[in-house]
């Protein structure tokens, strides 16, 4: 069984600060995506990343970046220069690529972050 | 993009009717739909997943005959809330899976309130 474990439930900054939200995963299948999702107040879920198991590459988009590690299975997110925006719940998750999986997502129980003006 | 919409977006009920939600895919062909369950300030806990044309397969601990779950055609599934009650009350969200492909769209979710 696949599990995420996201072990910041709360995080505080002032705007324009820096903030990595960490996300620690588990599987043993050799590959599986993992993602990013953003859900805001209104509780729709914003798609952010999705990273292939067989690509460590770290991405850039905006202000955001990923740093995805298999070697310590993370895949840590992180905001620069943050905006009171920025405020929302974000989710990680995992879904395998084996055949045959329906390939549901498995999420972390979310970090809270808030942006303060 | 791909657009996954839910209606409606907010229901209420009285405590022992039915409500149901619509998931539709609005732009692509969905073979597989995912309805998921989020209490307040919780994660998604997936409730089960549905395949056209087939019968849904539910997780563990999810009622099958309190959440019935139909997915008659490739761009619409819909999860029927039986016999609600005030702990039945909550935030559902469905995903879809394109045909062809890994990606996964999420509706807007529904926010269901028994009372």
């Known amino acids: 069984a696949q599990k995420v474990t996201q072990a910041q439930t709360e995080i505080s900054v002032v705007e324009k600060e820096d903030v990595t939200l960490d996300c620690v995963y588990e599987?043993?299948?050799?590959?599986?995506?993992l993602f990013w999702y953003k859900q805001p107040p209104s509780g729709e879920l914003v798609f952010l990343i999705r990273r292939n198991s067989f690509d460590e590459q770290n991405e850039i988009s905006g202000r955001y970046s990923w740093n995805f590690q298999k070697s310590t299975s993370s895949f840590n997110f992180t905001i620069t220069a943050s905006q009171v925006v920025d405020s929302a719940v974000y989710f990680c998750?995992?879904?395998?690529?084996?055949?045959?999986?329906?390939?549901?997502?498995?999420f972390g129980s979310g970090t809270q972050l808030t942006v303060l003006p | 993009g791909a657009v996954v919409s839910q209606h409606p977006s907010r229901v209420i009920c009285k405590s022992g009717t039915s409500v149901k939600i619509e998931c539709r895919s609005l732009d692509f062909q969905a073979t597989t739909m995912f309805w998921y369950r989020q209490f307040p300030k919780q994660s998604l806990m997936l409730m089960a997943t549905s395949n056209e044309g087939s019968k849904a397969t539910y997780e563990q601990g999810v009622e099958k005959d309190k959440f019935l779950i139909n997915h008659a055609s490739l761009t619409l599934s819909t999860l029927t809330v039986t016999s609600a009650h005030p702990e039945d009350s909550s935030f559902y969200i469905c995903?879809?899976?394109?045909?062809?492909?890994?990606?996964?769209?999420f509706g807007e979710g529904s926010w269901l309130t028994v009372v």
């Open positions: 599987t043993r299948d050799t590959t599986y995506y």
């Open positions: 995903s879809a899976r394109i045909a062809a492909g890994n990606t996964i769209y």
């Open positions: 998750a995992l879904s395998l690529r084996s055949s045959g999986s329906a390939r549901q997502l498995t």
